[in-house]
């Protein structure tokens, strides 16, 4: 999310000025964009090739080989709930359910009045708390499908989150 008065321009500069150390990759830089952001915009593709020292198609090219990178804004609020292993394996399949549910959502994506973006995530390195998800960021470990449902409901409504 941008903050207040910097133009997206000026904060993908920002984003990538950590980046101008020579070991910048195409990949390295669309991530740290994603990371910031929550997507990669248009302008992100021209700064990455001017950095990277690539044309925009050469970036496109890596850009749209990541199912997991996205091109347009996302939503006001963003829940992510851990697929990985462990989290698997204790639970996280019928939390994955119930969240969904309380979105009105089929899979990953946005909801219809665009106010939160449902993704999976591999692992949100706190394995320890299986299962995980968070929540702007956040998060919320040792979910029960209940636990997971009152969070997402409490979410709905809140004001949005800032990075
Ligand atoms: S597997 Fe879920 S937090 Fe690591």
């Given at each position: 999310m941008l903050s207040e008065g910097v133009?997206?321009?000026?904060?993908?500069?920002?984003?990538?000025?950590?980046?101008?150390?020579?070991?910048a990759t195409i990949l390295s830089s669309l991530l740290a964009l994603e990371d910031?952001?929550?997507?990669?915009?248009?302008?992100?593709?021209e700064e990455v090739a001017e950095l990277t020292h690539t044309t925009t198609n050469d970036v496109w090219g890596v850009a749209s080989f990541y199912p997991n990178f996205r091109f347009d804004?996302?939503?006001?609020?963003?829940?992510e709930v851990c697929w990985g292993p462990t989290c698997h394996l204790l639970g996280a399949p019928a939390v994955v359910k119930e969240v969904l549910d309380?979105?009105?959502?089929?899979?990953?994506?946005?909801?219809?009045?665009?106010?939160?973006?449902?993704?999976?995530?591999?692992?949100?390195?706190?394995?320890?708390?299986?299962?995980?998800?968070?929540?702007?960021?956040?998060?919320?470990?040792?979910?029960?499908?209940?636990?997971?449902?009152?969070?997402?409901?409490?979410?709905?409504?809140?004001?949005?989150?800032?990075?």
């Open positions: 133009t997206l321009r000026a904060a993908i500069r920002q984003v990538l000025q950590s980046h101008r150390d020579g070991a910031a952001l929550g997507y990669i915009p248009p302008e992100g593709i804004p996302p939503c006001e609020h963003t829940i309380a979105l009105g959502l089929a899979n990953e994506g946005d909801t219809p009045d665009r106010s939160i973006t449902f993704k999976f995530n591999t692992c949100l390195g706190a394995c320890a708390q299986a299962p995980v998800m968070a929540l702007d960021h956040h998060l919320y470990g040792r979910l029960t499908p209940r636990a997971a449902r009152g969070r997402v409901e409490a979410l709905k409504g809140s004001p949005a989150h800032r990075r």
